[in-house]
């Protein structure tokens, strides 16, 4: 008899448990962005940005808005995109989100302020210097700030280009404060430790 009663108890729950799950509404996949869109605003003298994800059909995914920066004659933030990251520049702090649905990943502070230049290697480790800055930073996939190099000494300014050749990477300047002649000025870097090989 209890034997009955219990097959009976385990058939009536079996019964409930897949009515349950009958009646629990499937959820659909969330959309995940496919393309970035990024716009500079300006307003009361403030500069900001707003970065979108947008999904296949051109609908927004996800939305972030920077901080509102001081404006300066050098843009103060930027927007890349590398592979599945976004890279938002703003002032001095480097915000990574994930591209498909905008999550933080991580973030570098104590960067360049404006004028952004960067570059990244065949590891997506991250190269980045500004315009009136004498610093040059190597920040890794993760966010740390491998190395900074003061590139004072060679008296250029206003960065214009970088390339990676190697364990090598040269940045090119347009002005130097000792020569006042259009030619190209120049500081070749380890990318390894950070370590200035030349400069012209």
């Not at 995109?81 to 591209?99: A, G, N, T």
């Amino acid at each position: 008899m209890k034997k009955k009663i219990r097959q009976i108890l385990l058939t009536l729950l079996l019964f409930v448990f897949s009515i349950l799950i009958i009646s629990i509404p499937t959820q659909a996949a969330k959309p995940a962005a496919t393309t970035v869109k990024s716009k500079t605003s300006y307003a009361n003298s403030k500069e900001s940005m707003t970065v979108r994800g947008l999904d296949a059909k051109k609908k927004v995914v996800w939305k972030y808005v920077t901080k509102k920066y001081t404006a300066t004659e050098l843009p103060r933030t930027k927007c890349i995109v590398r592979k599945d990251k976004v890279y938002v520049f703003e002032s001095s702090k480097i915000v990574v989100l994930r591209k498909k649905d905008g999550k933080q990943l991580w973030t570098a502070k104590k960067v360049s302020a404006a004028g952004h230049l960067c570059k990244f290697d065949k590891n997506d480790n991250l190269y980045v210097t500004g315009y009136y800055d004498n610093y040059v930073y190597k920040v890794s996939t993760k966010g740390k700030i491998l190395w900074k190099t003061n590139a004072s000494k060679a008296n250029n300014y206003w960065p214009y280009k970088i390339s990676i050749s190697g364990n090598q990477m040269t940045i090119l300047y347009e002005m130097n404060n000792n020569d006042s002649s259009e030619k190209t000025h120049k500081i070749v870097f380890n990318i390894k430790n950070g370590k200035i090989l030349k400069y012209s």
